[in-house]
């Protein structure tokens, strides 16, 4: 019914950038949030951002000053930009879907998210 598949990743030097693409498949609630969340190796899920159908985003504050979420809404893409990698940022990373009650911001908890892609995988290394 819903379906979430992210590309993009693969390998980057510190410092590159990468920009993740997540395409929805029968994603049709009017109101939504679309997330990036990511997970280490080692680590727990963590949530990047979220941008909402008003393209409203919120940002990990630890994080927004390197990463960018956007979405196309014709092509019906959420894409996450990555800055300036570091080997920390070596994750899969995972883009999630859930409906949105009006008048309530995305969150950036990975329980509230029911659909979710198959992960993608970047790792920056020298």
């Known amino acids: 019914q819903d379906q979430l598949v992210e590309s993009g990743g693969g390998t980057v030097q510190p410092g590159g950038s990468l920009t993740l693409s997540c395409k929805t498949s029968?994603?049709?609630?009017?109101?939504?949030?679309l997330a990036w969340f990511r997970q280490g190796p080692g680590k727990e899920r963590e949530g990047v951002a979220c941008i909402d159908d008003n393209s409203q985003t919120k940002y990990s504050d630890s994080l927004m000053e390197r990463f960018l979420i956007s979405q196309d809404k014709y092509n019906n893409i959420v894409s996450l930009h990555i800055e300036r990698l570091r080997p920390e940022d070596t994750a899969m990373y995972y883009c999630?879907?859930?409906?949105?009650?009006?008048?309530?911001?995305?969150?950036?908890?990975?329980?509230?998210?029911?659909?979710w892609g198959q992960g993608v995988q970047v790792t920056v290394s020298s």
């Open positions: 029968g994603y049709r609630h009017p109101n939504y949030c």
């Open positions: 999630a879907a859930k409906s949105r009650t009006w008048g309530y911001r995305c969150a950036l908890r990975a329980d509230m998210y029911r659909t």
